[in-house]
């Protein structure tokens, strides 16, 4: 590992280069790391991890941490096993993958549209997932396997109209953010429409579900989106230096061969389908994809889209949020939507802010 100091003309010293770390394998491929990303995204997947093991001895029964890890291990007495394997680890698995793939997500709208603000939560994706669960919910009485793939269609819909809509020799930025904001306000109005419109056991039914919760959870929201993670996660992250290059601009992007409608459409898609997916597993949960890539950013000071900070910072939000609802207002009294929505409407103040105050809005 080493650091470089420039000097400037005048031979004064700036700022020492980052500090970066080379690793090549046998095969010949080489990959540079940046120390300062590396450690953020070790320390918080310890947080999440830590968050985690507190949550799940969090509730009506607590358990001592130590004894939760014995019990994940397989050294726990019947009923630990029973509250921790079946009642409480799937629910926090459900919030670690909701998390990273709403975190991941927004670091790829963020980077794609350049612009803070060109979040699932801003665009209407969540939005649109709502509208396909509430139809299903609303119309149809569906099962919560039904109200699921509502949801995943929906969100694919709305994201598939948004790129379109917004397509004008490729897709700009503001152009992207603007379409949404739009498409966002119509799909709210249905979903208000949807709400009017069901009886009160249904409309009861579709509150609870828009408000985004963890309650009641269990391994058949694990798997799907964990098999989702697995095959969209090495995509994406392959398809990283393209994105980073993309941030430059189109044409230098090109000259540097990059296929960059071919890239940004591959990225978009699976950024839809990672929200898509996990507003179908939790409801739309609000904000953690807007706020947590700023935060990670924050934390590497590195540039590019910071795809595995956003996605552990997305993870470490989420489990957090549900530990401080069960934790402040007692197991199931507050949905983890309401506490991510305080939190992520106090940062998009505070965004809107500094963008202005930096003359970028």
């Known amino acids: 590992m080493r650091t470089a100091v420039k000097t400037t003309g005048e031979g004064t010293a700036a700022k020492p280069a980052r500090a970066t770390r080379a690793l090549r394998t ?14 953020v995204v070790v320390l918080l997947l310890a947080a999440a991890l830590a968050a985690s093991v507190v949550l799940i001895g969090t509730g009506d029964f607590p358990i001592p941490a130590a004894d939760v890890v014995r019990t994940l291990m397989g050294d726990g007495n019947p009923g630990q096993e029973f509250i921790v394997n079946e009642l409480r680890l799937p629910r926090v698995l459900v919030g670690l993958l909701v998390g990273a793939s709403l975190g991941l997500g927004g670091a790829l709208f963020q980077a794609i549209s350049r612009n803070p603000l060109g979040s699932p939560d801003i665009l209407g994706l969540g939005q649109g997932a709502t509208a396909g669960a509430l139809v299903m919910i609303v119309l149809f009485s569906g ?28 897709v700009h930025g503001y152009r992207l953010v603007l379409v949404g904001i739009g498409v966002s306000a119509i799909v709210t109005a249905v979903n208000g429409y949807l709400i009017t419109k069901a009886d009160l056991v249904d409309a009861s039914r579709a509150v609870v579900w828009m408000t985004g919760s963890l309650s009641g959870r269990d391994w058949a929201q694990v798997w799907p989106l964990l098999a989702l993670c697995a095959v969209l996660l090495p995509l994406v992250l392959a398809n990283g230096r393209g994105l980073r290059m993309m941030e430059m601009g189109d044409d230098v992007s090109n000259a540097l061969g990059v296929r960059v409608e071919r890239v940004r459409m591959l990225l978009m898609v699976s950024a839809v389908l990672l929200t898509a997916a996990a507003t179908a597993a939790a409801g739309p949960v609000s904000f953690v994809a807007l706020t947590a890539p700023q935060l990670a950013r924050r934390l590497t000071r590195s540039p590019g889209p910071n795809l595995l900070p956003s996605l552990c910072m997305g993870a470490a939000l989420l489990v957090t949020a549900d530990w401080v609802s069960q934790r402040t207002f007692g197991a199931d009294q507050l949905p983890v939507g309401v506490v991510t929505g305080v939190v992520g409407g106090g940062y998009l103040l505070w965004l809107l802010v500094a963008e202005r105050r930096a003359g970028r809005i």
């Open 143 to 170: 099962s919560a396997t039904e109200v699921t793939m509502g949801a995943l269609v929906g969100g694919l819909v709305t994201g598939m109209a948004i790129y379109l809509l917004a397509w004008k020799r490729g």
């Open 26 to 39: 046998p095969g010949g491929l080489s990959v540079r790391l940046d120390v300062r990303a590396v450690t």
